[in-house]
């Protein structure tokens, strides 16, 4: 059974477009995350949810816009698609962190998103 | 927010030990050091986390020195599909994005 799972692996489309990348977690974990890994394999932190409300919002483009629907799920929202945006999306959960020491994060396979 | 600095990357052979360091020379009190593994087109995977001295599981050691400025990942006997970049990072989930600052990663190359 897949822990933290996305869809679509792929994503193709042209500058101007919206499109959405879903991600849902079968950990019962309170927690999730989007980051993006650009070309040159940097990871950053774009978002983070706990129990529904946002909790981290980095210093994104507010054409990106975080959804969750419930704690299982943490959806991604993009719009007006730019070229730079290329990169591959990786959704993560983990348990509560509130004042708790343990760091492990579960991430999902990553969803490529190639914007032409 | 702690800085860690890698080795961009490490070569070794099969059933060496590899030992990668990081060094984060402003960490706090209450951070803990955790290391992740990537394997290219896939996602990170937890590796291991300790405070202070030395923590051991079954697929690594990490050795922390008294002053924690610095911290060492430690493979034993790698294999090829050890091959992968290993991230060192910094903090504490509880408090913030602390822990989630991915530095760039030592990409390990493992020869047979």
């Known amino acids: 059974d897949t822990a933290v799972s996305q869809t679509p692996k792929y994503l193709v489309t042209q500058m101007g477009n919206d499109k959405s990348i879903k991600c849902e977690q079968n950990l019962g974990h309170d927690t999730m995350y989007w980051y993006k890994q650009d070309s040159k394999k940097f990871l950053k932190i774009m978002f983070s949810y706990n129990n529904k409300e946002l909790i981290i919002n980095e210093t994104v483009p507010n054409r990106f816009s975080p959804k969750s629907p419930d704690k299982a799920h943490l959806n991604l929202h993009i719009n007006s698609l730019e070229l730079g945006d290329s990169a591959v999306y990786f959704c993560?959960?983990?348990?509560?962190?509130?004042?708790?020491?343990?760091?492990?994060?579960?991430f999902g396979p990553g969803t490529r998103l190639t914007v032409l | 927010l702690a800085k860690t600095t890698q080795p961009i990357s490490m070569d070794s052979y099969e059933g060496q030990e590899v030992n990668i360091t990081c060094s984060h020379n402003?960490?706090?009190?209450?951070?803990?050091i955790t290391w992740y593994q990537q394997f290219p087109s896939q996602g990170p995977r937890f590796i291991i986390q300790g405070y202070k001295t030395k923590v051991t599981n079954e697929v690594a050691s990490l050795f922390i020195p008294a002053d924690r400025k610095s911290s060492t990942l430690s493979l034993p006997r790698v294999s090829l599909s050890d091959t992968a970049v290993y991230y060192c990072?910094?903090?504490?989930?509880?408090?913030?994005?602390?822990?989630?600052?991915f530095g760039s990663g030592t990409r390990l190359q493992v020869q047979p």
């Open positions: 402003n960490i706090a009190t209450n951070d803990y």
């Open positions: 990072l910094v903090g504490m989930l509880g408090t913030g994005r602390r822990a989630l600052t």
């Open positions: 993560a959960s983990s348990q509560d962190q509130r004042g708790s020491s343990y760091n492990e994060q579960f």
